[in-house]
Structure formats: structure tokens, C-alpha cells
């Protein structure tokens, strides 16, 4: 499965995305949007969400936390 996440320092949100896709030892790609600005343009192409983290799973954008947490719940995440 391919995911990536988008999220800048100082994020609970991104910070308990983070630890819910460890948790379920999901492999993923984060980018950081202050430390590389060319995320945060690469990221403003790919959706018009601006609240981090922003969480795409198959090249799809699912949304924030809020979402990947519903995600886990509907069992999206058991193998």
C-alpha cells in the first residue's frame, strides 16, 4: 500500500497520524512542507486541503487525521 503524508513540525495531528500508521507497521512517506518548500507546492497541486496532515493512500487524498483514523476504523487497514 502507498502512503504518503504530508505534515509540517509542531503538528499533534500529524504527530498522532504518524503513530496510528507505525501502529499498524504501515510503511509510509512523509514530507515535510516547511522543511522542503517544494512539497508545499508539490502538495497545493495535488489537493486544495491546507490543514495538516494531509494523508493520500494510493495517490488518492483521504484528508487529515480525522479521515485516516476513519479509515483504520472502517478496517481499511487490516491484512
Same mark, same amino acid.
Given at each position: 500500500m502507498n502512503i504518503e503524508i504530508y505534515t509540517r @513540525? &509542531?503538528?499533534g495531528y500529524c504527530t498522532n497520524a504518524k503513530? #496510528? #500508521?507505525d501502529s499498524k507497521s504501515l510503511s509510509y512517506t512523509e514530507y515535510d512542507v516547511y522543511a522542503l518548500p517544494k /512539497? #508545499? *507546492?508539490e502538495l497545493q497541486k495535488r489537493t486544495d486541503g491546507r490543514t495538516? @496532515?494531509?494523508v493520500f493512500i494510493e495517490n488518492e487524498s483521504i &484528508? &487529515? +487525521?480525522t479521515e #485516516?483514523? *476513519?479509515h483504520?476504523?472502517?478496517g /481499511? +487497514? /487490516?491484512q
Open positions: @513540525p &509542531g503538528c503513530r #496510528l #500508521l /512539497n #508545499l *507546492a495538516y @496532515p494531509q &484528508g &487529515g +487525521f #485516516l483514523l *476513519a483504520d476504523k472502517a /481499511n +487497514f /487490516n
